[in-house]
């Protein structure tokens, strides 16, 4: 199947810094990417969807400001945690899948966030 | 809006036994595709299956077959030889365009 990374796989910061987190298809191109933000024991929950050259979809009660998503290219999207406070620590997923695979998402490996 | 139910949230099987995991949904479309993801204690999820809605063949993958029907909106996994590598978190998924929709999960745990 395709490959997505992520980077970093693991992150730790004090409150109020900003953190950025990479998603890359390695192997093909994605005009979407998809954004999900997971706690222990719980399920995906999707925050965006990232379009490529334009702006970022976010789900209801997701501060836009807050999560930056930014899809400059057709494989690379980023993820940044403005002014990151306690609460916004979690596990951070990406996905993205290549046309012709009818629907099959794969995921990168995620970024665990831990703010202090 | 779709959503996707798993109604067990542990299930537990003997090593070289049968399993079924069960998933319902709700969609107002008739063209849409369904997955079982794998996510083992590294938290990298993994494709297990997919089925296709318009397809009525069951999808099957080595020791991993669905049961899917359409029109009660049942997608349950079968795993059948449970080996230790199973015991995982199992979610069940909906898809079609816009994001993955995503059930709450099913602990599988595989006792030797």
């Known amino acids: 199947g395709a490959v997505v990374s992520q980077h970093p796989s693991r992150v730790i910061c004090k409150s109020g810094t900003s953190v950025k987190i990479e998603c890359r298809s390695l192997?093909?191109?994605?005009?979407?990417m998809f954004w999900y933000r997971q706690f222990p024991k719980q399920s995906l929950m999707l925050m965006a969807t990232?379009?490529?050259?334009?702006?970022?979809?976010?789900e209801q009660g997701v501060e836009k400001d807050k999560f930056l998503i930014n899809h400059a290219s057709l494989t690379l999207s980023t993820l940044t945690v403005t002014s990151a406070h306690p609460e916004d620590s979690s596990f951070y997923i990406c996905?993205?899948?290549?046309?012709?695979?009818?629907?099959?998402?794969?995921f990168g490996p995620g970024t665990r966030l831990l703010v202090l | 809006a779709q959503t996707v139910t798993q109604s067990q949230p542990e299930m537990s099987v003997q090593e070289a036994e049968t399993v079924t995991l069960s998933c319902t949904y709700d969609t107002s479309e008739s063209d849409y595709y369904l997955f079982w993801y794998k996510q083992p204690p590294s938290r990298q999820m993994i494709l297990v299956i997919r089925?296709?809605?318009?397809?009525?063949q069951n999808a099957t993958e080595n020791r991993f077959s669905v049961n899917f029907q359409k029109a009660a909106k049942s997608f349950s996994l079968k795993i059948s030889d449970s080996q230790l590598g199973d015991a995982a978190m199992y979610f069940c998924?909906?898809?079609?365009?816009?994001?993955?929709?995503f059930g709450a999960g099913t602990r599988l745990t595989v006792k030797p």
């Open positions: 996905s993205a899948g290549p046309s012709g695979e009818g629907e099959t998402q794969y």
């Open positions: 998924a909906y898809r079609r365009l816009g994001a993955m929709r």
């Open positions: 089925q296709e809605a318009y397809k009525q």
């Open positions: 990232s379009n490529e050259g334009s702006k970022a979809t976010y």
């Open positions: 192997d093909f191109q994605a005009t979407t």
